[in-house]
């Protein structure tokens, strides 16, 4: 039997593609148990059909460690066409290669510990704001104002402008954000094409603040800053076009998945009272008089297990798209050419060979005794990994350690009755009613 015969005699994974043009994209967005069910039918491994594309999901430490090993080889990186639109031809999230390589060094500039350290005073500045407002509305449904907080911390960050959640910036950004993960049909009344309307809008806005910063004698010192100031590996700066583009994906990055993760971080203290005490405790013993320092934060041992718990418990992503660019075999099945694979987070999450009773809400997976982040490649991975991990991983720890810093010294909050809890999950976990809390000063 030639190589090729034997090829096609593995087959293709199990699973189903359902109806024409939008296959089971519908089900994929909009019923948050979809991939359990698939899992529970069909195993670590089936095909469907989600955005116009046949995928194969494959889920599990051992299929993260394939892809993410295989880039460039087998698999490149892929985003349905609603995103890939959005985001912009030059966005850093829709390269390969060597571009991706060396436009990523460039942009990881802003995340080095040196920025990262220039920003706690700002965030810890702008989350203690938020808290007093808090404490004064008493009751509030908290989803939206997270997003909020997020926007005004990333613009001032990321571009030097504060206060954005109040400017016509934020609403255009949210209308931008709502067709991401969308179908792809360019109509005025759809997701997609109100938010092709607002993506030109933001470009428009960005690009006079490039413009603005491009005349002052001094660029200032954020993440605009620093792509103003870089240089390619031939001395070329980077095109307005380019900034633009990059800029949008960086508030993007800096925005949508952080919220997720802070809803869910409130959201899981306010269930889980003994642990929020022991968070508490850790706080007090610190005794933070003080502004918040990088030293302080890294005693915040306690903290760190409960954070890294939320981002198993609810990932802010769900998973990630790959184009196959070779065809290839694993365990047992045919992938072919041109398919899209898609790796699985969350299912990955609730691997029970490293999360034992993956279903509690559990710290102590993380302590040093434990180290369940440890405990295989690529089976806990809350920011992707590989070549494509997420470049803000360590700007979004940063944030969520302040942010909760900064809560449980001041607030004690519960969640108020007759509200549904439940998790859309597209493109990020929040509760389905926005999480309607009471907030009282400690």
Same mark, same amino acid.
């Given at each position: 039997?030639?190589?090729?015969?034997?090829?096609?005699?593995?087959?293709?994974?199990?699973?189903?593609?359902?109806?024409?043009?939008?296959?089971?994209?519908?089900?994929?967005?909009?019923?948050?148990?979809?991939?359990?069910?698939?899992?529970?039918?069909?195993?670590?491994?089936?095909?469907?059909?989600?955005?116009?594309?046949?995928?194969?999901?494959?889920?599990?430490?051992?299929?993260?460690?394939?892809?993410?090993?295989?880039?460039?080889?087998?698999?490149?990186?892929?985003?349905?066409?609603?995103?890939?639109?959005?985001?912009?031809?030059?966005?850093?999230?829709?390269?390969?290669?060597?571009?991706?390589?060396?436009?990523?060094?460039?942009?990881?500039?802003?995340?080095?510990?040196?920025?990262?350290?220039?920003?706690?005073?700002?965030?810890?500045?702008?989350?203690?704001?938020?808290?007093?407002?808090?404490?004064?509305?008493?009751?509030?449904?908290?989803?939206?104002?997270?997003?909020?907080?997020?926007?005004?911390?990333?613009?001032?960050?990321?571009?030097?402008?504060?206060?954005?959640?109040?400017?016509?910036?934020?609403?255009?950004?949210?209308?931008?954000?709502?067709?991401?993960?969308?179908?792809?049909?360019?109509?005025?009344?759809?997701?997609?094409?109100?938010?092709?309307?607002?993506?030109?809008?933001?470009?428009?806005?960005?690009?006079?603040?490039?413009?603005?910063?491009?005349?002052?004698?001094?660029?200032?010192?954020?993440?605009?800053?620093?792509?103003?100031?870089?240089?390619?590996?031939?001395?070329?700066?980077?095109?307005?076009?380019?900034?633009?583009?990059?800029?949008?994906?960086?508030?993007?990055?800096?925005?949508?998945?952080?919220?997720?993760?802070?809803?869910?971080?409130?959201?899981?203290?306010?269930?889980?009272?003994?642990?929020?005490?022991?968070?508490?405790?850790?706080?007090?013993?610190?005794?933070?008089?003080?502004?918040?320092?990088?030293?302080?934060?890294?005693?915040?041992?306690?903290?760190?297990?409960?954070?890294?718990?939320?981002?198993?418990? @609810? #990932?802010?992503? =769900? %998973?990630?798209?790959?184009?196959?660019?070779? /065809? $290839?075999?694993?365990?047992?099945?045919? +992938?072919?050419?041109?398919?899209?694979?898609?790796?699985?987070?969350?299912?990955?999450?609730?691997?029970?060979?490293?999360?034992?009773?993956?279903?509690?809400?559990?710290?102590?997976?993380?302590?040093?005794?434990?180290?369940?982040?440890?405990?295989?490649?690529?089976?806990? @991975? #809350?920011?992707? =990994? %590989?070549?494509?991990?997420?470049?803000?991983? /360590? $700007?979004?720890?940063?944030?969520?350690? +302040?942010?909760?810093?900064?809560?449980?010294?001041?607030?004690?909050?519960?969640?108020?009755?007759?509200?549904?809890?439940?998790?859309?999950?597209?493109?990020?976990?929040?509760?389905?009613?926005?999480?309607?809390?009471?907030?009282?000063?400690?």
């Amino acid at each position: 039997m030639t190589n090729i015969e034997s090829q096609k005699s593995v087959s293709l994974p199990p699973g189903e593609t359902g109806l024409p043009f939008i296959g089971e994209t519908l089900s994929f967005l909009f019923d948050p148990d979809f991939a359990k069910k698939k899992k529970s039918k069909y195993g670590q491994i089936y095909k469907t059909n989600i955005f116009g594309n046949d995928t194969v999901t494959m889920i599990g430490a051992e299929a993260n460690q394939f892809l993410f090993r295989n880039e460039n080889k087998y698999v490149v990186s892929t985003w349905p066409k609603s995103t890939r639109v959005l985001l912009g031809k030059l966005s850093l999230a829709v390269k390969d290669g060597n571009f991706h390589t060396s436009r990523r060094k460039l942009l990881a500039q802003a995340f080095q510990p040196r920025a990262l350290n220039s920003y706690i005073p700002k965030m810890t500045e702008i989350t203690q704001q938020y808290v007093e407002k808090w404490l004064q509305t008493k009751e509030l449904t908290w989803y939206p104002e997270l997003r909020k907080y997020t926007f005004d911390v990333a613009c001032s960050l990321l571009i030097s402008i504060d206060n954005a959640s109040q400017t016509k910036l934020a609403s255009d950004f949210e209308t931008w954000c709502q067709g991401l993960f969308t179908l792809p049909i360019n109509l005025p009344w759809t997701n997609f094409g109100k938010a092709l309307k607002c993506r030109a809008k933001l470009l428009q806005e960005i690009e006079t603040i490039i413009i603005n910063r491009q005349q002052q004698p001094k660029h200032q010192n954020d993440a605009l800053g620093i792509l103003l100031e870089a240089k390619d590996e031939e001395g070329n700066s980077l095109t307005i076009e380019e900034l633009k583009d990059q800029i949008l994906l960086l508030l993007f990055a800096g925005h949508e998945t952080l919220t997720s993760s802070l809803s869910s971080f409130v959201l899981l203290m306010a269930q889980h009272p003994n642990i929020l005490e022991k968070v508490r405790t850790e706080q007090e013993n610190l005794n933070i008089t003080e502004d918040i320092t990088s030293e302080k934060l890294k005693e915040m041992t306690y903290l760190e297990e409960v954070l890294k718990e939320v981002l198993r418990f @609810i #990932p802010p992503v =769900g %998973g990630g798209f790959r184009k196959v660019i070779e /065809e $290839f075999e694993f365990q047992g099945y045919r +992938i072919p050419k041109d398919w899209t694979v898609q790796y699985q987070i969350a299912q990955t999450h609730k691997e029970s060979d490293i999360f034992p009773d993956y279903q509690t809400f559990d710290p102590e997976r993380f302590s040093p005794e434990n180290m369940a982040d440890k405990q295989k490649n690529f089976g806990y @991975i #809350p920011f992707g =990994g %590989g070549l494509r991990e997420c470049l803000g991983k /360590e $700007f979004a720890r940063l944030e969520m350690k +302040i942010f909760a810093s900064v809560l449980v010294h001041n607030c004690h909050w519960q969640l108020l009755p007759d509200q549904d809890l439940e998790m859309i999950t597209i493109p990020s976990p929040r509760p389905r009613d926005g999480l309607k809390v009471k907030i009282t000063e400690v």
